[in-house]
């Protein structure tokens, strides 16, 4: 045999077994990805506002309710005045519930008596009026808490009052303050005494206790 045609058929006998064994072409394959997603977070936040407003709402005053001053205002026995402070919150979260704390502080001064002088309780009530709760009459010097639900999570607790996600700078729920004269004080017992209504504390902490959320 021709010694260039052996060559030539080595060759190409060594070049067919590297295209078999040696690599060069790659079986079909694919890829994809998918995105990794976004975890956002709920929220909870509580704030004061608007004035306090205060009213005289004797039941013997032909005009009450009747808007006083506090600074000027002098009180008599046989008064009842009410002061109003606003309270905006919010809350987001699927699961989210949580307890509005109010925390009230002890009146003070001369004025504060539990007979023959003024007597101070608080309550919460709705946009309605409607009292919200068990927060009724609330003496000064104590803590109550209630519980509220987010509208995501408004049909697993539908017993719950609910917070919407976001404030919106009005007072959806309102500290009602009452302060009344015993009109049983007799001479001048009290006069020219002062009450220094202590100060108001509203909190919003998100409870998961069991039994708040419904998991269905």
Same mark, same amino acid.
Do not use: C
């Given at each position: 045999?021709?010694?260039?045609?052996?060559? @030539?058929?080595?060759? #190409?006998?060594?070049? =067919? $077994?590297?295209?078999?064994?040696?690599? *060069?072409?790659? +079986?079909?394959?694919?890829?994809?990805?998918?995105?990794?997603?976004?975890?956002?977070?709920?929220?909870?936040?509580?704030?004061?506002?608007?004035?306090?407003?205060?009213?005289?709402?004797?039941?013997?005053?032909?005009?009450?309710?009747?808007?006083?001053?506090?600074?000027?205002?002098?009180?008599?026995?046989?008064?009842?005045?009410?002061?109003?402070?606003?309270?905006?919150?919010?809350?987001?979260?699927?699961?989210?519930?949580?307890?509005?704390?109010?925390?009230? @502080?002890?009146?003070? #001064?001369?004025?504060? =008596? $539990?007979?023959?002088?003024?007597?101070? *309780?608080?309550? +919460?009530?709705?946009?309605?009026?409607?009292?919200?709760?068990?927060?009724?009459?609330?003496?000064?010097?104590?803590?109550?808490?209630?519980?509220?639900?987010?509208?995501?999570?408004?049909?697993?607790?539908?017993?719950?009052?609910?917070?919407?996600?976001?404030?919106?700078?009005?007072?959806?729920?309102?500290?009602?303050?009452?302060?009344?004269?015993?009109?049983?004080?007799?001479?001048?017992?009290?006069?020219?005494?002062?009450?220094?209504?202590?100060?108001?504390?509203?909190?919003?902490?998100?409870?998961?206790? =069991?039994?708040?959320?419904?998991?269905?």
């Amino acid at each position: 045999m021709n010694s260039r045609t052996t060559t @030539g058929l080595v060759a #190409g006998a060594a070049g =067919a $077994a590297l295209l078999v064994g040696g690599g *060069t072409f790659a +079986l079909w394959s694919d890829s994809a990805t998918v995105d990794g997603g976004t975890i956002t977070s709920g929220t909870l936040d509580v704030e004061l506002v608007g004035t306090p407003q205060w009213q005289d709402v004797s039941a013997d005053r032909a005009d009450s309710p009747h808007a006083i001053d506090l600074e000027t205002f002098r009180i008599v026995p046989g008064d009842t005045i009410e002061g109003r402070y606003g309270i905006d919150a919010a809350l987001e979260g699927d699961n989210m519930v949580a307890e509005l704390g109010l925390a009230v @502080g002890e009146a003070s #001064g001369e004025l504060i =008596a $539990a007979e023959n002088g003024v007597s101070v *309780t608080y309550s +919460l009530v709705d946009a309605d009026g409607a009292p919200v709760g068990n927060v009724t009459d609330i003496a000064a010097g104590q803590t109550v808490e209630v519980r509220f639900v987010s509208a995501d999570n408004s049909a697993k607790d539908p017993a719950l009052p609910v917070l919407p996600a976001e404030l919106t700078g009005e007072a959806q729920y309102t500290v009602v303050v009452t302060a009344t004269f015993d009109e049983g004080t007799p001479e001048q017992v009290r006069t020219k005494a002062a009450a220094d209504l202590a100060g108001l504390a509203v909190s919003l902490d998100q409870v998961r206790d =069991a039994g708040v959320v419904d998991a269905s």
